[in-house]
């Protein structure tokens, strides 16, 4: 019992030490100056501009003589990077760009925000231009901003605009840095130094602080902790379709099938982390899961309640929980048109080519037809009945009711009106339709 008791605890132990153990890995030392270093990794997005923030609050509460970002990255969401580009510029730490590989697109944008930038030989810094989820140029306002934005911040920090422009907009002419029209800008690291775009170029992250002044302070490494990871990961612009088009899917096949079955179980899972990845990342607020939970149980109650006001009014609420959540209204309406578009094709496929051939999809829904060649009818026809006499127990007008032995009968008149206790012949049966004449 004892081993059982403690089963509980030890599991909440240990998901309490992965989400805030370890958040950040902070010397225990107080005294001398101290560098606080971030990793700038993979693709960025909404997660990863939590994470800094997280990163530069600690930076601060630690009294940090600078904030070194150590990027390698291929770039990612633009509104991710305007909001870490906005961070960088609102502390009033010394922020650092430490390029130990790439920082590319989103990347440059982001080292670019910073008050120095050094580079590791065999580094490249650029390739900015901004295009939609399909690989294709933006359009012409978001490239404006886009300009705008990279001619910004290199003018902020001290840089010519010149070079930012290059890396965005392939019409910038810069032949002799191999960005001729036609191409976008890339620099190398002895190239960001010539032009001014990198205050040096050094071996590692030991000889950057030896070349701030900064050798002999303790280093603070902050590292995303368990939570953040997976934010980062359900925040990704590609993952974000991906789990609305689960979510749709399996609500659209739990309505087709009994009960509460696995397809509802992995929509409403894939809507949670949906939520989850985006609260943790601190775009969402409780507000939209609590409008996505009244949504959900309004649309429940048009199962119960006639009128349909109730399900357009829950269906509503769904659609604006996910709008408030994201930080981005344009990819929130592109991520649902891709989910609609693909659960549509996919419940076309499952129930009419699938359903007919796994039988895993046939039990979604019912494909027996009750056809007369199986042996179903709708009502029972009675050709015994032909013939035989009754006794009219009402009018007929021209229809009625007629006793044949001790059996009652709903009957029809051939024609015009016959009178009560009046004798009657059954002259045809069609189903549930038997039709009588007055005898002679």
Request: net charge negative; charged share 20%; proline share 3%.
């Amino acid at each position: 019992m004892k081993k059982r008791k403690l089963l509980p605890t030890f599991l909440i132990l240990i998901f309490l030490t992965l989400t805030i153990g370890g958040l950040d890995r902070v010397g225990t030392e107080a005294a001398g100056e101290k560098v606080v270093v971030v990793p700038v990794e993979e693709t960025v997005e909404k997660g990863m501009h939590a994470f800094l923030k997280r990163a530069i609050a600690v930076a601060e509460k630690e009294n940090a003589k600078a904030i070194i970002l150590d990027i390698d990255t291929p770039g990612g969401a633009v509104d991710a990077a305007a909001g870490i580009g906005k961070l960088l510029s609102d502390t009033d730490i010394k922020t650092v760009a430490f390029v130990h590989k790439q920082a590319l697109s989103a990347g440059a944008y982001i080292a670019l925000n910073a008050d120095e930038i050094y580079m590791v030989p065999g580094a490249v810094m650029g390739s900015a231009a901004i295009i939609d989820q399909n690989g294709n140029a933006a359009g012409k306002k978001a490239e404006s901003y886009w300009h705008a934005a990279m001619k910004t911040a290199a003018e902020e920090n001290g840089r010519d605009p010149i070079y930012s422009l290059a890396m965005a907009d392939e019409r910038v002419d810069l032949p002799e840095y191999g960005a001729g029209k036609g191409k976008l800008l890339t620099l190398t690291s002895s190239q960001a130094e010539k032009v001014g775009y990198s205050e040096g170029t050094v071996k590692n992250l030991d000889a950057l602080l030896q070349e701030i002044g900064l050798e002999h302070a303790k280093m603070v490494k902050v590292e995303e902790s368990f939570a953040e990871k997976v934010a980062r990961f359900l925040t990704h612009p590609v993952v974000v379709p991906i789990l609305m088009t689960i979510g749709t899917l399996g609500l659209v096949l739990e309505l087709y099938s009994p009960g509460f079955g696995i397809p509802g179980f992995m929509g409403i899972s894939a809507l949670l982390l949906f939520f989850y990845g985006h609260l943790v990342a601190g775009f969402a607020g409780y507000e939209s899961v609590i409008l996505f939970a009244i949504g959900i149980v309004l649309v429940v109650l048009e199962f119960f309640v006639a009128g349909g006001i109730a399900g357009g009014i829950g269906f509503v609420s769904i659609i604006s929980s996910f709008f408030l959540a994201s930080g981005n209204v344009t990819h929130m309406a592109i991520s649902l048109l891709i989910a609609l578009a693909v659960s549509v094709l996919a419940s076309i496929l499952m129930i009419k080519v699938l359903g007919k051939r796994m039988r895993l999809f046939g039990k979604i829904v019912l494909a027996d037809s009750t056809s007369t060649e199986k042996g179903y009818i709708s009502n029972a026809n009675r050709p015994e009945l032909i013939g035989i006499e009754g006794i009219t127990v009402t009018p007929l007008r021209p229809a009625g009711t007629i006793r044949i032995g001790e059996e009652r009968i709903d009957v029809v008149s051939e024609g015009g009106f016959i009178q009560k206790d009046t004798v009657v012949t059954v002259i045809k049966t069609e189903g549930s339709r038997i039709v009588v004449r007055e005898k002679d």
